[in-house]
């Protein structure tokens, strides 16, 4: 069976790295949401004389954010459609509410769920200091944000998202990524997935 693969979770969580380690032992299209849209979504936002790290303001939720996810998708599909397994990485909190956007995914894939094997590991954190502390570290502008704002994006923040997906409730891991990501932890994602 194919695997279609989403590591989420929320910012800082490390989904990138854990879905990174677990690649190099996995060959897969690794499909980052960030990656897929981020030069797209700046220029946007320049061109319309908004901050180009912008991904919290209305304008971005309302006008970007589904082009990038939906972009992402695309490739996803195109992938599967010709044979690869497929790693996604992003939050994908509205899309995993959906009860029907994974069946639209394999569907427009040309595949069946008896042949696209969909796993969802939730990276989290054992508390929101440890994620503060991991953006604060990473470092990177797109965050300004959620630091500036960081007593109202807390209260925002759901480790463990919604999932309305009709996968078997095995195909699901909350994996705990706080401390250092073992060779242990990683051979027991890679388990995981099959």
């Known amino acids: 069976m194919q695997k279609l693969v989403f590591f989420v979770g929320v910012a800082g969580t490390g989904k990138t790295t854990v879905a990174e380690k677990i690649a190099a032992h996995k060959p897969c299209a690794f499909l980052d949401r960030d990656t897929v849209g981020g030069r797209f979504v700046e220029k946007f936002l320049e061109v319309n004389g908004l901050d180009t790290d912008d991904r919290d303001s209305e304008f971005y939720k309302e006008n970007l954010r589904d082009l990038e996810y939906d972009t992402t998708k695309e490739i996803c599909i195109e992938n599967l459609r010709v044979g690869q397994d497929v790693f996604m990485i992003s939050p994908f909190t509205a899309e995993l509410k959906n ?6 995914v394999i569907e427009a894939s040309g595949k069946t769920k008896s042949e696209v094997d969909v796993k969802v590991i939730v990276v989290t ?12 570290d990473r470092g990177t502008v797109r965050d ?6 960081w007593s109202s994006y807390e209260t925002r923040v759901d480790f463990v998202p919604t999932i309305n997906w009709d ?7 909350i994996f705990d990524n706080s401390g250092d990501l073992t060779e242990e932890k990683v051979n027991d994602l890679i388990k995981f997935i099959g």
């Open 99 to 104: 009860k029907q956007w994974i069946d639209e």
């Open 167 to 173: 996968i078997p409730e095995s195909n699901i891991k």
């Open 144 to 149: 300004k944000w959620k630091l500036d704002n």
């Open 125 to 136: 954190l054992s508390d929101i200091e440890t994620q503060k502390d991991r953006i604060e």
